[in-house]
């Protein structure tokens, strides 16, 4: 049986005409590669996402490098951050030369621990990398006491969470910079890689500008070895053309949550409730101890689900040797998440259909 929900549909939809003419003006301009397209899509993003500065470079994995690298943050020091996230976050802080010391989730809200974090503590810890899993930001409250407490440094990874707020105020803004990424799966997407840090210091906007670009202060000037990781003119243009579209989708996201908080709720299978209404709802996770039969199940009604994360991040061959830390609560939800079908372009029907597939599940005898 064809699949009539497809987990995500990426192919670009209402915005496609703007995306076309956005490619045809980088074309016809001649300029691929930090040019005037960065500049207004960098002043536009800052404007939406209510950050004073935007640096638009490579990747969000590299976002979250360059915030770390121009923290003076590298080897020897340590940054905490959750066993439950694209491993990218992670890997973000190995690439700064930094290691990642892992601390256990909520096991409700699903993001950091803020307990957890304080007793991950270390003579070597410089920063806390919270990430606002799914769409939904973490404590920012108690990390920023921590943070100030310990005086470490408090960066944001809101690859997941565009346009998200905590309390009402705008992710990315709350710690000393937040990380996004616009690879094309992401709430606002690229038709490529692309990524942005957002701030409010212009000092450490400047420096990551220099850092994107091989360190240099003026043309073939390198003062310090930055990397190559700049925001070229093509996808800037194309994230100019979607962000206009980019808070109604995330309104067609919140309603489709709503929906599918709506349906009822089977036995064996539990949804993480919403912590914050600045939720924007990258994903939609339900919690099943029966994952293989429950994933069966909506398959056979046609629903496509995915899986994010199988693995905690301390548990990869890549990481394991840098933290043997515990986290059960990490295990115990990668074992049992699993997400439903959550983009914009779901029509009125495939959300019915989700939710009847979903409501409709039990669980197998044991
Ligand atoms: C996507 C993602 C990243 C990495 O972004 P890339 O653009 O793929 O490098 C980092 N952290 C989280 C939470 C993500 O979802």
Same mark, same amino acid.
């Given at each position: 049986?064809?699949?009539?929900?497809?987990f995500?549909?990426?192919?670009?939809?209402?915005?496609?005409?703007?995306?076309?003419?956005?490619?045809?003006? /980088?074309?016809?301009? %001649?300029?691929f590669?930090?040019?005037?397209? /960065?500049?207004a899509?960098?002043?536009?993003?800052?404007a939406?996402?209510?950050?004073?500065?935007?640096?638009?470079?490579?990747?969000?994995?590299?976002?979250? !490098?360059?915030?770390?690298?121009?923290?003076?943050?590298?080897?020897?020091?340590?940054?905490?951050?959750?066993?439950?996230?694209?491993? &990218?976050?992670?890997?973000?802080?190995?690439?700064?030369?930094?290691?990642?010391?892992?601390?256990?989730?909520?096991?409700?809200?699903?993001?950091?621990?803020?307990?957890?974090?304080?007793?991950?503590?270390?003579?070597?810890?410089?920063?806390?990398?919270?990430?606002?899993? &799914?769409?939904q930001?973490?404590?920012?409250?108690?990390?920023?006491?921590?943070?100030?407490?310990?005086?470490?440094?408090?960066?944001?990874?809101?690859?997941?969470?565009?346009?998200? !707020?905590?309390?009402?105020?705008?992710?990315?803004?709350?710690?000393?910079? %937040?990380?996004?990424?616009f &690879?094309? !799966?992401?709430?606002?997407?690229?038709?490529?890689?692309?990524?942005?840090?957002?701030?409010?210091?212009?000092?450490?906007?400047?420096? +990551?500008?220099r850092l994107?670009?091989?360190?240099?202060?003026?043309?073939?000037?390198?003062?310090?070895?930055?990397?190559?990781?700049?925001l070229?003119e093509?996808?800037?243009?194309? @994230?100019?053309?979607?962000?206009?579209? @980019?808070?109604?989708? !995330?309104?067609?996201?919140?309603?489709?949550?709503a929906?599918?908080?709506?349906?009822?709720?089977?036995?064996?299978?539990?949804?993480?409730?919403?912590?914050d209404s600045?939720?924007? &709802?990258? @994903?939609?996770? =339900?919690?099943?101890?029966?994952?293989?039969?429950?994933?069966?199940?909506?398959?056979?009604?046609?629903?496509?689900?995915?899986?994010?994360?199988?693995?905690?991040?301390?548990?990869?061959?890549a @990481?394991a040797?840098?933290?043997?830390?515990?986290?059960?609560?990490?295990?115990? +939800?990668?074992?049992? /998440? /699993?997400?439903?079908?959550?983009?914009?372009?779901l029509?009125?029907?495939?959300?019915?259909? =989700?939710?009847?597939?979903?409501?409709?599940?039990s669980?197998?005898?044991?």
């Amino acid at each position: 049986m064809s699949s009539p929900v497809p987990f995500n549909a990426l192919r670009p939809g209402a915005d496609t005409a703007a995306v076309r003419a956005a490619i045809d003006r /980088v074309i016809a301009s %001649g300029w691929f590669v930090l040019g005037p397209e /960065v500049e207004a899509f960098e002043a536009e993003f800052a404007a939406a996402s209510q950050a004073p500065y935007a640096v638009g470079v490579g990747t969000g994995t590299d976002a979250i !490098t360059l915030i770390l690298r121009a923290l003076d943050i590298g080897p020897g020091d340590e940054v905490i951050t959750p066993p439950l996230s694209a491993a &990218y976050s992670a890997l973000a802080v190995m690439m700064a030369g930094a290691r990642p010391v892992f601390a256990d989730i909520d096991p409700e809200r699903l993001t950091l621990d803020p307990r957890a974090a304080e007793a991950a503590i270390t003579p070597r810890t410089k920063a806390i990398l919270p990430v606002h899993l &799914y769409g939904q930001a973490a404590d920012m409250r108690a990390f920023e006491a921590l943070a100030s407490r310990h005086n470490l440094a408090l960066v944001e990874d809101a690859a997941q969470a565009q346009l998200a !707020t905590a309390d009402g105020r705008a992710v990315g803004t709350i710690g000393i910079a %937040g990380a996004t990424s616009f &690879y094309p !799966t992401k709430n606002l997407g690229a038709l490529g890689d692309a990524g942005a840090v957002i701030t409010r210091d212009a000092q450490l906007a400047a420096r +990551i500008k220099r850092l994107r670009n091989g360190g240099q202060t003026s043309r073939y000037h390198h003062v310090e070895a930055g990397a190559n990781s700049r925001l070229d003119e093509m996808q800037a243009a194309i @994230l100019r053309a979607r962000l206009p579209y @980019l808070a109604a989708w !995330t309104a067609r996201r919140r309603a489709i949550a709503a929906q599918y908080r709506a349906a009822r709720v089977p036995a064996s299978v539990a949804v993480p409730r919403e912590f914050d209404s600045g939720h924007v &709802y990258h @994903l939609f996770p =339900v919690l099943t101890s029966n994952r293989d039969a429950f994933q069966a199940h909506c398959t056979a009604h046609g629903v496509e689900t995915l899986i994010h994360y199988p693995v905690p991040i301390p548990r990869q061959p890549a @990481l394991a040797a840098t933290n043997p830390a515990m986290c059960p609560v990490g295990d115990r +939800i990668c074992a049992e /998440v /699993v997400s439903l079908p959550m983009y914009p372009a779901l029509s009125d029907e495939q959300v019915a259909a =989700v939710s009847r597939a979903f409501s409709s599940f039990s669980p197998p005898a044991a």
